[in-house]
């Protein structure tokens, strides 16, 4: 892929998409720890939500890498996991706007199909 230029305004959109996606998932683990942890019983109970937060935090933290040369990427994953919807990306340059929902329709395709 050639490289991917952004503009000021497109960067400025691009880092109020990622924050909005960030917060989202972290608001939805947030509201999965407080029920994980209302649940827990026992000590292994309470070790399960420990180990469940510390892959969480593993993943998360891989995943919200804010790197110019890998936000389209990242906002077809966002997109297709529902963390960021199109609205979100609004006032971005259509070339990358395309790249995006095209990476969105190969991302369902490949569900679709199974694979």
Do not use: P
């Not at 909005?20 to 942890?37: I, Q």
């Not at 996991?81 to 979100?88: I, K, R, V, Y």
């Amino acid at each position: 892929m050639d490289r991917i230029t952004w503009s000021n305004t497109g960067k400025k959109i691009a880092r109020h998409a990622f924050g909005t996606a960030l917060a989202r998932e972290e608001a939805s683990l947030l509201a999965d720890f407080k029920a994980r942890a209302a649940a827990a019983a026992t000590q292994d109970d309470m070790w399960a939500v420990y180990r469940f937060l510390a892959e969480r935090d593993g993943v998360i933290g891989r995943k919200y890498e804010f790197r110019y040369s890998e936000l389209i990427s990242l906002f077809v994953l966002l997109r297709a996991e529902g963390w960021l919807d199109e609205a979100d990306l609004a006032g971005l340059r259509d070339d990358k706007l395309t790249m995006i929902r095209e990476g969105c329709a190969r991302w369902q395709r490949h569900f679709e199909r199974g694979d």
